[in-house]
């Protein structure tokens, strides 16, 4: 308990900093959408002047962003990138730091079992993304209650902040099994983060190509995309388990690794 405590205490600067940032993409993107029906402008006439290209990597493509739940699915493309960027760094920092905050000496020789060094570890960085999580489900039912003028949209809110927090937990569970096996802690950071960043632009090369789409199961970012929800109202089943299996998995990795790990 004492390491939950002293991992919690040591990154909550960082979750405010986050949680802020979440705070502002969703105000801000959906006070752009009022702007843009104030001013009488055709939203939707705006983006069929892009590329597909250009359409797809702002998350316009495929979406009726002309209505309020529409132009939230571009925003959520946004929130899962961000969410998952931080799920990532968080858990690969939390698992890879002890060499870095050179508390290794102190940490190891205590009758704590390396298992529940990770246990404890794994349970902080839980519940720091679980925080953000909830900041982003808050403040996106807030935004929609103000912008969507009592329209229907509570189902479909709810099932984009489930596929979030399963991509948060898929992303951060890769992240300390990546920092469980890394020796160098910015580095398993770094790597952490381009797992996310590159598993994103995979997700739009899929989207630009659809030939490519047989790539999808390699990037969480197409398991659960705005369009398929809005319109299936429903997760992907097949994605779901796999989204588990994945965290199931990465974190048996992430034991394996710090029990092997020479601190």
């Known amino acids: 308990m004492n390491i939950y405590i002293y991992e919690l205490k040591s990154h909550y600067k960082g979750l405010i900093g986050w949680s802020v940032g979440m705070l502002f993409l969703l105000f801000a993107g959906m006070n752009k959408y009022a702007a843009y029906k104030t001013t009488g402008t055709s939203i939707t006439d705006l983006v069929e002047q892009f590329p597909h290209s250009v359409q797809v990597i702002f998350g316009f493509n495929g979406l009726d962003i002309a209505t309020p739940v529409g132009y939230f699915g571009t925003l959520y493309l946004y929130i899962i990138l961000t969410a998952g960027v931080y799920a990532a760094i968080r858990g690969a920092d939390i698992i890879a730091k002890e060499e870095r905050d050179q508390t290794a000496e102190f940490l190891i020789p205590k009758p704590v079992s390396r298992d529940k060094i990770v246990s404890a570890k794994l349970f902080a ?139």
């Open 125 to 263: 960085a839980l519940t720091l993304v679980f925080i953000l999580w909830l900041v982003t489900v808050v403040s996106s039912f807030a935004v929609m209650a103000i912008y969507a003028k009592g329209a229907d949209v509570a189902q479909t809110i709810w099932l984009m902040m489930l596929a979030d927090i399963l991509l948060m937990m898929v992303f951060m569970r890769i992240g300390s099994a990546i920092g469980a096996y890394w020796s160098r802690p910015k580095l398993a950071v770094t790597v952490a983060s381009m797992v996310v960043l590159g598993t994103y632009l995979l997700s739009v090369i899929i989207n630009i190509e659809q030939r490519l789409n047989w790539l999808s199961i390699l990037t969480p970012f197409t398991y659960f995309s705005a369009v398929s929800i809005i319109g299936n109202h429903t997760l992907s089943t097949p994605y779901v388990m796999f989204s588990i299996f994945i965290v199931a998995v990465t974190t048996l990795l992430t034991y394996t690794g710090f029990r092997k790990r020479d601190l």
